[in-house]
């Protein structure tokens, strides 16, 4: 990799080091990580295991560096919209820093993010990566640069509709390019999805697609393109004479350059000035008679696109996660070497807890990005009871994990002081970044009710969720029962009050709150059902507290005037944020409180 940046160092002004609070700069994100590697051992084959540590080490380390500079230079300088190349011809083309390349290059030419999922080979390994296996590449390359995160899962959304519903014809044409790890035959991938008409309300589209020859011309307007100069798009448009609604949109194949070499016929009309996201290029497209390709069947379009939401969403999740743990790495660098009033931050009772405000989430959302990503791992390989699974978690972990990645980011910044909201500082992008979770494949409200109303209340799949969680604590006998009892009376009533909500027109903004608890349990039973797993590999029960701090924080009220009668949380507080493992009886004596 091209190494053509290097920042000054810090200078100390004769300080102690230790009075200075240090940023992450060097920090290697995957040595930094036990839980990723733990939780990677339990869901992953030894062997693959065992290939990925040396790429993940890699990916770790640069992440820490060099990439987190880069990222730092793609945010500043943003993307720059040409009309018109040197020589005035009105051929559109989209400036990139010299930062931006170097990040394409890590994740779609050295790492192969986009395709590990789809393409034999990657990073040597023989066969495709199960999604559990990529997404912890996401994960670790998230931490430095969340914005190149879109066109890489737009990317691998591309391929994977091109090879699960284009013709034979199609995929010879383009599905290698979408899936290449060489800079000079790759064509990276673009949805472009939302019109001015609706946002989530994709039966308002009107965009329309004329019938011409072996292809169609499309005319109409995209309203928010990320990529907005990919090379293959996939897109939904209304075939002339269709239905209203969904049921009317196919799906279709557009590429940027015609066979002669020259431009579609669809014009970059401008670039967004975004809060977050700033290093990659979304735009406003105007389609003017653009030729391109129906996919599948012309009145599944919406349907075939909707297969790939539970993908979407999920990376969504997981890039959300990554910010979270970058913020967390932010914070505890920030508490263990920043000395105040003679004490360090960390040793501070409210920083201590705030900490733990930090710590709590970003493990959750980690334990349920996982568990999605098994849902869907097996979900492709054909289990009914697994497909089901999916369709409540991907919805319940996007919207969750996605906003507390907002409040995260921000008390991380918080934890760093006034030079934490100073641009030259990663946390101000952190917190700029997470604002695009809860918004992106649908708003807080739209995710909410997919988890409720179409989730629960038309498919049932709550039961599927119940019967995974229950199976998953009863095989965690190493955990105390009164333990398992109590998540296991949890779950039925998560499970019930969602049906509840679900059962009525009348209670549906209670929706969010439904979703809300669903997640928090779930999550509850995971760090449970890890703990049993990690403590049996190498001793270590310290998930199990993280369990304890959602059910006491998160799933039981409490009085607000009460001043806490235990030290429970501060001795929790000290097994999580020291270095030392935790048995299962130390953790057990904590549980009996419950």
């Not at 991938?189 to 001015?196: L, P, S, V, Y």
């Not at 009525?504 to 928090?520: F, G, I, K, M, V």
């Not at 990690?534 to 001793?539: D, K, Y």
């Amino acid at each position: 990799m091209h190494q053509f940046l290097k920042r000054d160092d810090v200078m100390t002004g004769g300080k102690r080091p230790d009075l200075l609070a240090p940023d992450t700069t060097g920090l290697n994100f995957y040595r930094a990580d036990p839980a990723l590697a733990d939780l990677l051992r339990i869901h992953l084959p030894d062997a693959l295991f065992r290939h990925m540590v040396p790429h993940l080490d890699r990916l770790g380390e640069l992440a820490g560096g060099y990439l987190d500079e880069c990222a730092r230079l793609a945010d500043r300088h943003g993307p720059v919209l040409h009309q018109r190349d040197r020589f005035g011809r009105d051929v559109q083309w989209i400036e990139y820093h010299p930062a931006y390349r170097e990040l394409e290059r890590a994740a779609f030419g050295e790492f192969g993010i986009h395709a590990m999922s789809i393409r034999k080979g990657i990073l040597g390994w023989p066969s495709k990566y199960p999604v559990v296996a990529k997404h912890a590449f996401t994960f670790l390359f998230n931490q430095a640069e969340f914005g190149l995160g879109c066109p890489i899962n737009v990317t691998d959304g591309c391929a994977k509709l091109l090879s699960s519903f284009g013709s034979e014809a199609l995929k010879a044409r383009y599905l290698d390019g979408l899936t290449q790890t060489d800079m000079r035959k790759l064509t990276q991938g673009g949805q472009f999805m939302t019109e001015k008409e609706g946002g989530s309300d994709v039966g308002t589209l009107t965009t329309v697609a004329v019938p011409e020859g072996d292809h169609w011309r499309l005319h109409g307007e995209k309203w928010f393109c990320s990529n907005a100069d990919a090379k293959v798009v996939m897109l939904l448009a209304r075939p002339e004479g269709a239905e209203p609604g969904t049921r009317g949109v196919g799906l279709f194949l557009m590429p940027r350059f015609l066979d002669d070499g020259s431009q579609n016929h669809y014009r970059i009309v401008r670039l967004k000035e975004k809060l977050g996201t700033r290093s990659m290029a979304s735009g406003e497209i105007k389609l003017e008679g653009a030729i391109a390709y129906a996919v599948g069947r012309l009145d599944r379009g919406f349907v075939q696109m909707a297969e790939m939401v539970n993908s979407s969403r999920l990376s969504n999740g997981v890039k959300s996660t990554a910010l979270m743990r970058r913020a967390w790495h932010d914070a505890i660098t920030v508490a263990r070497n920043r000395v105040v009033f003679g004490q360090r931050i960390v040793d501070l009772p409210l920083g201590r807890r705030q900490l733990l405000k930090i710590l709590l989430p970003t493990e959750q959302a980690l334990s349920m990005s996982f568990l999605t990503a098994d849902a869907l791992d097996r979900a492709e390989g054909g289990s009914q009871d697994a497909a089901a699974l999916l369709r409540i978690l991907t919805p319940t972990l996007k919207f969750r994990a996605t906003r507390d990645a907002r409040k995260v980011c921000g008390d991380a910044l918080e934890m760093r002081g006034g030079i934490g909201y100073v641009e030259e500082f990663a946390t101000s992008r952190l917190l700029r970044d997470a604002h695009l979770g809860s918004i992106w494949e649908g708003t807080g409200n739209i995710v909410a009710l997919d988890a409720l109303k179409r989730a629960v209340g038309r498919h049932g799949a709550e039961a599927a969720l119940a019967a995974d969680l229950h199976a998953r604590l009863d095989d965690s006998a190493a955990v105390p029962q009164a333990w398992r009892d109590q998540l296991h009376r949890l779950v039925g009533r998560a499970v019930g009050f969602a049906r509840e909500v679900a059962g009525r027109a009348d209670n549906e903004a209670e929706s969010r709150r439904a979703t809300s608890l669903l997640y928090h349990t779930a999550s509850a039973v995971s760090l449970t059902w890890e703990s049993a797993r990690i403590h049996a590999m190498r001793g270590d029960a310290r998930r199990l507290l993280l369990a304890k701090l959602v059910v006491d924080h998160r799933l039981t009220s409490s009085d607000p005037f009460r001043l806490a009668e235990n030290k429970t949380d501060d001795t929790i507080a000290t097994l999580l944020l020291g270095e030392h493992d935790a048995t299962m009886a130390e953790v057990g004596e904590l549980i009996a409180t419950a």
